[in-house]
C-alpha cells in the first residue's frame, strides 16, 4: 500500500479478513488431522460441512500460483529485454496459451459432469502444469516458451471447470459467494508470494533493470517447488462418489447450455473477455513509464494483496445482496481504470490504476463464478463451468492480438480504450441477463 493511503477502515477490513482466515484454517487443520476430507463431512469453519474440501483447493491454487507468478510474471520482460521478441509476439505467445487450450476447458468440464468424482480431472491438471514448470528454464526464444505457455495453460484448462463445480458442489446453502471469495483469496494470496518472492530474488542478485538467462533459470527451478507440492496435496481430499449426469445420446461437447440466462451471460462473458487482454500489458505498460523491474514486480505484488482483501468480503456481500447488481458496477469500474490507463502518463498514476484493477478483480472474480453456479443445475454444473471458462479463453488470442497490434501500431492508449469499450458493452448487455430469485442462495 501506498504511503499517506492507509486508512482505518482497511485496517479493521484486513484484520477482519485475517481473522475469518484464520478460523477456517485452524477448523480445516483439526479436521484433516481427525478423518480424511470429505464433502460431506468437511469443516467445522464458517464455509459450512464442505470448507475443508474447498480450502485443500485453495491452498493448492495458492502454490500453484507462487509458482506462476515467480515465472510468468517475468516472463514477458525476458522474452521481450532479454532474448528480442517483440511485444506483438509476446501478445500471440500469451494469447495461444489461452485460446488454443479452450477445448479443453469445456471437454473437461462435462467430462466430469460424468464421472462419480471429479477430483481425478482436478489432479490432472494441476500435474500438467505444475510438469511444464522447470522446462521454462530451456527457454531460448518464442518458439519454446510458446509450447510451454501452451502446456501450461492446457493444464489450467482440464482442471478450471472440474474445480469450480467441486467448489460450486461443497458450497453450503447460502454460502456460494463465500465459498468461491475463500478460493479466489487463497489463489490470488499465491500471487502476492510468488510476485514478492520473485522481486526479492532479482534484487538480492542486483537485477534492477534487466534479467539475464541466468537469473531467470534460477527463478524457474525455484519456482518450480511448490507447484509440485500443490499437486501431491490434493491427495487429502476424499471425494465421496455421486450420481453422474445421465449420459443418453454420449457427450454433446458443443452443446449450448439449456437455460436463457446462462446463454446471454455467455455473451456477457465474450464481450467483456475480448477486451480484457493478458496482464502481461499491465507489465508493458509500467515498463513504458519507466518503471523498474523490481518496484514493477512489488507493485503487482499489491494488486494482487488488494485483490486478496476484498475477495472474501465481496463474496459475502454478494450472497447477501445479489451478484448482478455488483457484476454491473463493477463492469463500470474496470472501463474508467482501463480508460485511465490508456491516458496517464505519471508513475503515481499508473500504480493507483493498477491497484484499481486489483480491486476489481478481487471484488467480482468469486462472484462471477458464483453467479455461473446460481444461473445453472447442479448436475450440469461441470459443462457450465465450461462453457463460462470456454468463453473466457477462446477470446484470449483475439484480445491479445489486438491489444499488442494496437500498443505497435497506434500506442498504449489505443490497446487499453479498446479494452474500456469492451467491458462498456458488457455492463449494457448484462443488463438483458435476469437471474433467478434463488441467485443469492
Not at 257 to 277: H, I, K, Q
Amino acid at each position: 500500500m501506498l504511503p499517506g493511503v492507509y486508512q482505518p477502515q482497511a485496517a479493521a477490513t484486513a484484520a477482519w479478513h485475517r481473522a475469518l482466515c484464520a478460523r477456517i484454517l485452524a477448523d480445516a487443520a483439526t479436521e484433516m488431522t481427525m478423518r480424511p476430507v470429505t464433502r460431506t463431512g468437511g469443516a467445522r469453519s464458517a464455509l459450512g460441512p464442505g470448507g475443508a474440501t474447498i480450502l485443500i483447493l485453495g491452498i493448492t491454487s495458492f502454490l500453484t500460483d507462487v509458482s506462476s507468478e515467480m515465472t510468468l510474471t517475468v516472463l514477458p520482460i525476458f522474452l521481450t529485454a532479454t532474448l528480442g521478441v517483440s511485444v506483438a509476439t509476446v501478445g500471440i505467445i500469451e494469447g495461444v496459451g489461452e485460446s488454443t487450450a479452450a477445448i479443453a476447458r469445456l471437454f473437461a468440464g462435462q467430462l466430469s459432469d460424468r464421472l462419480p468424482r471429479r477430483l481425478p480431472v482436478v489432479i490432472g491438471g494441476y500435474g500438467l502444469s505444475a510438469l511444464t514448470k522447470p522446462l521454462f528454464a530451456l527457454v531460448g526464444g518464442a518458439g519454446l516458451a510458446g509450447v510451454l505457455r501452451f502446456t501450461d495453460r492446457l493444464g489450467k484448462g482440464v482442471r478450471t471447470a472440474p474445480r469450480d463445480a467441486l467448489i460450486a458442489d461443497a458450497a453450503a446453502h447460502g454460502r456460494r459467494g463465500l465459498a468461491f471469495g475463500v478460493h479466489r483469496a487463497a489463489d490470488t494470496a499465491g500471487a502476492v508470494l510468488g510476485v514478492s518472492a520473485a522481486a526479492l530474488l532479482l534484487a538480492v542478485l542486483g537485477t534492477e533493470h534487466g534479467l539475464t538467462r541466468g537469473e531467470f533459470q534460477r527463478l524457474v527451478l525455484i519456482a518450480a517447488i511448490p507447484a509440485i507440492l500443490g499437486v501431491l496435496l490434493l491427495t487429502r481430499i476424499r471425494e465421496e462418489p455421486r450420481a453422474p449426469a445421465p449420459s443418453a445420446g454420449g457427450m454433446r461437447l458443443f452443446s449450448l447450455p439449456d437455460s436463457p440466462a446462462e446463454r446471454r451471460y455467455l455473451l456477457v462473458v465474450l464481450a467483456f473477455a475480448l477486451g480484457n487482454s493478458s496482464d502481461a500489458f499491465l507489465v508493458l505498460r509500467m515498463a513504458d513509464v519507466g518503471i523498474g523491474i523490481v518496484a514493477l514486480l512489488l507493485v503487482l505484488a499489491g494488486r494482487n494483496l488488494v485483490e486478496v482483501l476484498l475477495s472474501v468480503p465481496a463474496g459475502m456481500l454478494s450472497d447477501r445482496m445479489g451478484r448482478h447488481r455488483l457484476l454491473l458496477a463493477g463492469y463500470l469500474v474496470y472501463a474508467l481504470i482501463y480508460g485511465g490507463l490508456a491516458f496517464a502518463e505519471s508513475r503515481p498514476a499508473i500504480v493507483l490504476l493498477i491497484l484499481g484493477y486489483g480491486a476489481y478483480y478481487g471484488a467480482t472474480e468469486g462472484m462471477s463464478r458464483a453467479f455461473v453456479a446460481d444461473l445453472s443445475p447442479s448436475g450440469q454444473r461441470g459443462r457450465s463451468f465450461g462453457w463460462f471458462h470456454m468463453a473466457t479463453a477462446v477470446t484470449a488470442l483475439p484480445a491479445s492480438v489486438i491489444a499488442g497490434a494496437l500498443w505497435t501500431e497506434v500506442g498504449p492508449e489505443a490497446a487499453f480504450s479498446f479494452g474500456a469499450g469492451c467491458a462498456l458493452l458488457a455492463f449494457v448487455l448484462l443488463m438483458t441477463v435476469r437471474p433467478p430469485r434463488t441467485a443469492i442462495s
